[in-house]
């Protein structure tokens, strides 16, 4: 099984106390039913128009509120889970990418709940979840075209040995570890606040593991919690 140990800088943990993640890892197996991640985003996208969680809004604001702390400007670059549910709610779906990326955006819209997903076979060393000094070095895409650019000082990101992997904790993927499902090794990360009740937080664990186990017969599927385990 694959050994993915990610670590959250003390700097990261005092500036969001009881911050706390679900770290996921797999490796997958031949995909027999690829649209079992369209028909969550869908089912996903109804449930919100239809029913939240009596917790999801807490949980945004906090992780707004989170944002501001090290600088960042969440109307203009919030946390992915609010991103994707102001989309849903404003267009009434989510367009498809690809099957394990549309299972995991669904498992974020129905949880309210942050989730990255990475190829781990891309990473050099460990993920780590820190505050950028401004140095390091992202990828991203710009007019079609791969450019590198650096994080602002005081930034949260996550990073590896050879630069960053995603900007503003978790608003924006870098492409060098994009997950798709041609990926043999996959980690995903499930971030929330105290405003999410723990229980939830393994709850949507399960069903992104059920989905995985359902898209793809045969994978092998570990989960540990990190940060505050309460």
């Known amino acids: 099984m694959i050994l993915v140990d990610p670590s959250i800088d003390p700097a990261v ?16 197996a031949p995909i027999a039913h690829p649209n079992v991640g369209a028909l969550a985003l869908t089912q996903a996208c109804r449930a919100l128009a239809e029913e939240d969680a009596p917790w999801a809004e807490a949980h945004l604001t906090a992780w707004r509120e989170v944002f501001m702390q090290f600088g960042a400007k969440p109307k203009r670059t919030p946390c992915s ?9 404003r267009d009434g779906t989510i367009p498809s ?8 955006n669904a498992v974020s819209i129905r949880y309210a709940v942050p989730v990255g997903g990475e190829n781990i076979a891309a990473y050099v060393g460990e993920p780590r979840l820190i505050i950028a000094d401004g140095s390091e070095l992202f990828d991203t895409v710009k007019e079609g075209a791969v450019i590198h650019e650096s994080p602002e000082a005081g930034e949260v990101v996550w990073r590896d040995d050879r630069g960053v992997t995603c900007r503003r904790w978790n608003w924006r993927q870098g492409v060098r570890t994009r997950l ?11 971030e929330s606040l105290p405003a999410m009740p723990l229980a ?14 359902q898209m793809m017969p045969g ?10 385990a309460s």
């Open 180 to 190: 798709s499902a041609e990926a043999e090794r996959m980690w995903f990360i499930l």
């Open 200 to 213: 939830a937080l393994h709850e949507a664990g399960d069903e992104l593991i059920a989905g995985l186990r």
């Open 219 to 228: 994978v092998t599927v570990e989960q540990r919690l990190i940060g505050r």
């Open 81 to 89: 889970a609010d991103a994707l549910r102001k989309r849903a709610l």
């Open 97 to 104: 990418i690809d099957p394990v990326v549309d299972l995991y």
């Open 13 to 28: 943990a005092a500036l969001a106390p009881g911050f706390r993640a679900l770290s996921i890892t797999a490796v997958a």
